[in-house]
């Protein structure tokens, strides 16, 4: 007998019992020298922590310190700048104020106008001349108009290195002055010497840009230098840590804090060789206590090894034995642990010689299933294999069965270990409390005694010449998608023969069994599935001829139509054109998908856009199985032309409601289009008329209920006056009797003055209106003459005529050029942007300086002037007012009859136009002049 297993590599050599034991004792020490080493490190990093923390603290409370400084520096400035002296002016006695502050607190105050020229500065007597000190603060101080605090700078006059808080002081919400009240940098240094930082630490106060303001170390030095560009870099935020070095070059763990109102930066650098040596001295520690416990762990090796050694050898024979299939006694040692093991070994080799069978039978079985390809012999070596496994002495493999009722029922599919007639005599199985479980996929059943399971029975227990069953085990069979295929029962005579092992095995297998069987049917249809495809393609085939006849008899018939007709697919794609239809479009294209519909035939909307394909009626035969009658759309050929048509689509199904296609039907519309747009455009026309001649028979009411009015107020002014002469005819008599100097007399003539110039008020204010009417008439007698107008030139040489004018007023007047030209009466239109420019130049607020804009723009066929100014405004409640004859609105202190605005509505309208107005008092003025782009036929300008 060999002592070897056939085909193991030969045994490698390890390391002895002693030398583990050794090895063994010294790892078992390394928790406690790892514990040691974790703490003496934990007291190490403590320290460093205790360091960085301190820094940590030190730049914060340097920090805060000059915090409260600059606090009070901006409280200062705000002080002196509510100073009575500079609200009044008087700067002499605000310049005696800032000398007084300077002796007193040592505090520089410095007045400056926005460009900063000084204009106090105490440390020079008032009136001296000062220089120009620019900061680069000034700039955000006036932006934002409160204090802000600067970086260190050289001051222009003392030469010192200071900074300064500086504030804008406004006057009627114009800056009118900058204060800025000036420290030393030596307030800094002394707020960095109190913090009293350890001698080897690093502290400084750097403002926004990075220069050094206050240090602890050499300040005369590094003072007003630039700090280091990894501090620069590291210190961003509002506070924090980093790593870099010293201005002096030296390595250090820096801390830093914000101080916020000034935007400046703390930073406290700490060497970071005083950081690790903490760290050093713990390290020197451990290594000591490290070599003493590393000996008496190998001491205590050594003991060990005596004990353990001799126990370990006995169990190497044992092992060595198990090899050559002699099976001892289990060893009795005294080492509990060397004793289980050698029991473990026996019980090992049992259970290893029936993993090897239950191994064999599985390889066994999952090759044969991999070769077989028919459903009855995969069911055959199932139920074979699967009794081997679990060791049953009976096995049946039941087929789940579904006829065409859709009604389940259960059949024999395979036996083993018993005749088929063993099964097959008592028919199909029934719906027992003991099979259901199984038959509808709740997992294995397993039953020890059958005999005295509570499951069984229910229908009177077995039946005489049943197989002697015990011992049950059940399982169905399931395929992957869920659907039961069948069911594994197997039985023993012996109660108790199944157990979890064979659940589990029983478990694998059937899902295997499930891939066979359904690998196995998937065969069997797809032949069937084969001969059925080979007998439909014939079908088809002879289908498709007779299809292709057709289709040829239908494009012959379509092909005569006078309609165009496109005929598309179930898809949508386009399979036929007519010659109707190419003949529409200039064009035939096949076989393109409804979303290329608009593109590939240049299809478009009834304004002329490109059409959205979901809209099309084709589409919607298509897409949505929609019928659509009467619509209308341009199609645009491929030499320019555009063509209106209309038409129709609808889906097409077959006697089976599948969709076959789409047909859409379409002729040429252009003509009748044509003539009803111009029906329209006629009818537009006409009531356009008809509501411009409305609004003037209004306008004639309102007219001639004015110029009644406004006639007849001078003529009761004349009727009155001279009934009053009439009255006075007696005592203008008898006054003239008396002497000359009579107060009588004086009285009287005063009188007869007073009523002359009444009288000749009114005349003169009712030859005014007459022939204010008279110049209307006149212009609405003149006939409109159409022709082409530069716009451009046109206001340009109104605007030259009124530069005057404008320049007296102050003001601007902008040409947004080119401005659109149009065809109109040239003279009208000077009257009417003549009018707009006078009254906008006349009617300008004093109070801003004057901006007169004219612009113009296309709109669709029309073409919208705007004038606009920015002067006093009219009120809402007036924009109608202003427009009626002998009307003006606002305050009446500038010369005019009222005629201006009512003139140019009147030839707005005359030439197809309108006038509109948007304005507000205090916010300027916009006349808005829509015009048609060519003028209607010439006629009176009253008509």
Not at 338 to 346: P, Y
Not at 547 to 558: G, K, M, P
Not at 757 to 774: S, V
């Amino acid at each position: 007998m060999t002592t070897a297993i056939e085909g193991a590599a030969a045994p490698q050599r390890g390391w002895t019992v002693r030398r583990n034991l050794f090895v063994y004792t010294l790892l078992f020490s390394l928790p406690i020298l790892l514990l040691l080493g974790l703490a003496l490190w934990s007291y190490g990093e403590a320290e460093r922590r205790n360091l960085e923390n301190s820094a940590r603290d030190a730049a914060q409370r340097i920090a805060y310190a000059a915090e409260r400084e600059v606090g009070a520096l901006l409280a200062t400035v705000d002080v002196l700048a509510a100073s009575p002296y500079l609200r009044s002016g008087d700067l002499v006695s605000f310049h005696a104020e800032a000398r007084d502050l300077l002796e007193r607190r040592g505090i520089v105050t410095v007045l400056r106008t926005p460009d900063g020229q000084q204009v106090v500065n105490p440390r020079r007597p008032f009136g001296d001349p000062l220089p120009v000190t620019i900061l680069e603060e000034d700039a955000e101080a006036l932006r934002t108009g409160a204090a802000v605090v600067t970086n260190l700078f050289t001051g222009s006059v003392s030469g010192d290195s200071i900074f300064a808080a500086v504030t804008p002081i406004f006057e009627d919400s114009e800056p009118r002055w900058l204060l800025s009240v000036n420290y030393s940098e030596r307030r800094l240094q002394g707020i960095v010497d109190a913090a009293q930082l350890p001698v080897a630490w690093t502290g400084a106060i750097v403002d926004r840009a990075g220069t050094i303001m206050a240090r602890n170390r050499d300040p005369e030095r590094f003072v007003g230098t630039r700090a280091t560009q990894d501090l620069i870099d590291a210190t961003t935020g509002e506070g924090g840590t980093w790593l870099g070095f010293t201005a002096d070059g030296q390595r250090v763990f820096g801390a830093y804090a914000r101080i916020p109102s000034a935007g400046w930066r703390v930073a406290v650098g700490v060497r970071r060789a005083d950081l690790a040596s903490p760290v050093r001295r713990s390290v020197g520690i451990l290594a000591g206590l490290g070599a003493g416990l590393l000996l008496l762990s190998a001491s205590l090796g050594l003991i060990a090894e005596r004990r353990i050694a001799a126990p370990v050898r006995a169990l190497q024979r044992q092992a060595e034995a198990l090899g050559r299939r002699d099976v001892g006694p289990p060893l009795a040692t005294g080492l509990r642990e060397v004793d289980d093991v050698s029991r473990a070994l026996a019980d090992a080799t049992a259970d290893l010689r029936e993993k090897n069978r239950t191994l064999d039978i599985l390889n066994r079985a999952g090759t044969t299933l991999a070769q077989e390809i028919e459903p009855d012999r995969v069911a055959q070596v199932v139920i074979e294999e699967a009794s081997r496994l679990v060791g049953a002495a009976y096995g049946a493999f039941f087929e789940r069965v579904v006829d065409d009722r859709g009604e389940e029922a259960w059949r024999l599919f395979a036996l083993t270990g018993a005749p088929k007639e063993a099964f097959t005599r008592f028919g199909m199985p029934r719906a027992t409390t003991l099979f259901t479980p199984t038959f509808q996929g709740h997992g294995v059943i397993r039953s020890d005694d059958v005999l005295h399971d509570p499951r069984y029975g229910s229908h009177g227990g077995l039946p005489e010449g049943h197989l002697p069953v015990r011992s049950y085990l059940a399982i169905p069979v399931v395929s992957g998608k869920g659907q039961i295929l069948g069911a594994l029962l197997f039985g023993h005579p012996v109660p108790g023969r199944f157990g979890l092992r064979e659940e589990r095995l029983i478990g694998g297998f059937a899902g295997q069994a499930a891939i066979a069987l359904g690998r196995a049917h998937l065969f069997q249809a797809a032949q069937q599935e084969i001969e059925n495809r080979r007998a439909a393609e014939a079908a088809l085939e002879q289908a498709s001829r007779d299809a292709q006849a057709r289709a040829a008899e239908t494009a012959a018939i379509l092909g005569q139509l006078a309609e165009g007709v496109i005929v598309t697919d179930p898809d949508g794609r386009i399979v036929f054109v007519n010659e109707a239809a190419a003949r529409l479009h200039g064009v035939a294209k096949l076989d393109i998908a409804p979303e290329d519909y608009t593109r590939s035939y240049s299809l478009l909307t009834m304004e002329g856009e490109p059409h959205p394909v979901e809209d099309l009626p084709l589409y919607r035969a298509v897409r949505h199985a929609e019928t659509v009658n009467d619509a209308r759309w341009r199609i645009r050929r491929p030499d320019g032309t555009e063509l209106v048509v209309v038409g129709g689509a609808r889906p097409v199904f077959g006697p089976d409601g599948a969709r076959l296609g789409s047909v859409l039907t379409l002729r040429d519309d252009t003509a009748r289009h044509r003539s009803e747009a111009e029906l329209q455009r006629l009818n537009t026309i006409l009531s356009e008329q008809a509501a411009e001649l409305a609004e003037s028979n209004d306008e004639l009411q309102r007219y001639a209920y004015i110029v009644s009015h406004d006639l007849r107020s001078p003529l009761v002014n004349v009727m009155g006056f001279t009934s009053e002469l009439r009255s006075l005819r007696d005592e203008l008599l008898e006054a003239g009797a008396r002497p000359a100097g009579d107060p009588e007399r004086q009285r009287t003539i005063e009188e007869f003055d007073e009523a002359l110039r009444f009288i000749q008020a009114a005349t003169t204010k009712m030859e005014g209106l007459i022939a204010a009417i008279l110049k209307l008439s006149r212009e609405g007698r003149r006939r409109l003459e159409a022709e082409r107008v530069d716009m451009s030139a046109l206001i340009g040489d109104l605007a030259a005529a009124m530069q005057h004018q404008v320049e007296e007023a102050e003001a601007t007047l902008e040409i947004v050029e080119p401005l659109p030209d149009l065809v109109a009466d040239r003279l009208a239109l000077s009257q009417i942007f003549g009018n707009l420019l006078d009254n906008a130049v006349k009617y300008l607020d004093p109070a801003r300086p004057g901006h007169i804009r004219i612009d113009g723009a296309k709109s669709g066929g029309k073409i919208v002037y705007r004038v606009s100014d920015n002067g006093r405004g009219i009120d809402p409640k007036d924009h109608g007012r202003v427009f009626e004859l002998f009307r003006r609105a606002g305050t009446q202190d500038r010369p005019g009859e009222g005629i201006g605005l009512a003139h140019v509505r009147t030839l707005v309208r005359a030439m197809g136009g309108r006038i509109e107005l948007d304005s507000a008092p205090g916010k300027g003025t916009t006349f808005i002049v829509t015009l048609p782009a060519v003028a209607l036929a010439a006629r009176p300008a009253a008509e």
